[in-house]
């Protein structure tokens, strides 16, 4: 049958399969041709499996076939994503197939395990179509520093998808599959999502494995998804999440089992909208489109009231004191030594410095080396302690603001999608696009992006939804209220 994955949602191609409508082969190849028509030009992928892709598929239909045959309670125990095809960024790990991290230095690594949030989706069923374009090391805001190349936005071939997480989130935008992974240290979830007016989920820190996921900053990564919709989202997050005792940050709760319906009342529902967060000089069509979907809200029965977050000003220097400082450790293992590139040289020192620097980009450099002074003797307590007194504040903030209010509702950023190369020479200005989403890491509680307009441009705006630790269900649960009644998740770009 001639597919169209691109105008199905995910719901649909899971019962297409179960009905035997198509199977999970044709599903994939359709994913797959359309990949290899519009991939050139959008370069949403470092690696590409569509061996492995079509393997897993066919897998998916065996079990597809033999739950038919047998007992009628057997379709029942199927896993809920089998045969659904999915990209995973390059900073998870997947046993037997390369993980840049959208570095050189990684060029040919290939782990020999699974990171737990992957294998939680395999175990689901999902189909693996290849591994996204991330910026190096996830140290990025438009995926403009991956070794590999950037990704464009399907909405705007010149302009960035966001980052780091830019090359899911194009696909999923494109609609080349219909869900992604993606990381979020400081916003490389939300942000690539507002820009490519998709949904993504950034969970509470420790809510999803952090097992094989490539560590940049320890105490900030969290792995989340992508798709059209936060009923999508949904499915993913429901079986990503779960405690892990190979992850020693991994909360012990049990795995969600939410349930999204089809009720728009959100009678009840308190939103905080933060001052902090509508900010001078950022651009007015962001505003009109945010405080529009929060008017919609309210129509829906949540009552908004102003909240205070008072120490949103400090977030971007404490951020970029912590995330380096976080990378100046972990990354101390890329020595040229153990494993990934290695520049031979006559002496250890130089093996260091030649494959380091050989193998690093420019941002990864610079970000090493704002942490390895922030945590230098006699700068520690200046700039790292004080970092970090400075993030329990805007953490309490947090816990305050929700004694009051369900969820806080703001943008996303403060523009939408940039130019390629437009901050390439200003990394302050690359920094500030990522100046509503750094609280959130910083305080540890879960958020969500997803599309509530486009500007004059054409290009599209996202909104911000926060909520107390472990709430994400409240906030998946509010968006998908919204979407039920509007429609700006359910556009995609049209392409070349």
Known sequence: MNLTPETMTIAEMLAGLRRADFTSRELTQACLARIERFEPRLHTLITYTPELALRQADEADRRYRESRQGDPSAALALPPLLGLPVMIKDVLCLADVRCTCGSKILENFVPPYTATAVQRLLDAGVVVVGKSNTDEYAMGSSTENSAYGPTHNPWDLERVPGGSSGGSAAAVAARLVPAATGSDTGGSIRQPAAYCGITGLKPTYGR?????????????????????????????????????????????????????????????????????????????????????????????????????????????????????????????????????????????????????????????????MLGTYALSAGYYDAYYGQAQKVRTLIRQDFLKAFQDVDVIACPVAPSTAFRLGEHTDDPLAMYLEDVFTLPANLAGVPGLSFPVGFDGRGLPIGMQLMGPHFKEEALLKTAHAYQLTTGWHKRAPELF
């Open 208 to 368: 999803v494995s952090r097992y094989g996921l490539v560590a940049y900053g320890s105490s900030l990564d969290s792995v989340g998804a992508f798709a059209a919709s936060a009923a999508e989202v949904t499915l993913l997050f429901n079986q990503m999440a779960g405690y892990d005792p190979r992850d020693s940050t991994s909360c012990n709760l049990r795995a969600p089992n939410i349930q999204l319906s089809r009720s728009t009342d959100l009678k009840g529902l308190r939103v905080g909208v933060p001052d902090e967060y509508f900010i001078a000089g950022m651009q007015p069509e962001v505003e009109t489109a945010v405080r529009a979907a929060i008017a919609q809200l309210e129509a829906l029965g949540a009552v908004a009231q102003p909240v205070s977050l008072p120490h949103t000003e400090y977030a971007l220097p404490v951020y970029y004191l912590i995330a380096p400082a976080e990378a100046s450790a972990n990354l101390a293992r890329y020595d040229g030594v153990r494993f990934g590139l290695r520049e031979p040289s006559q002496s250890l020192w130089d093996v260091f410095n030649k494959s380091r620097g050989a193998g690093l980009g420019a941002e990864v450099k610079r970000r090493i």
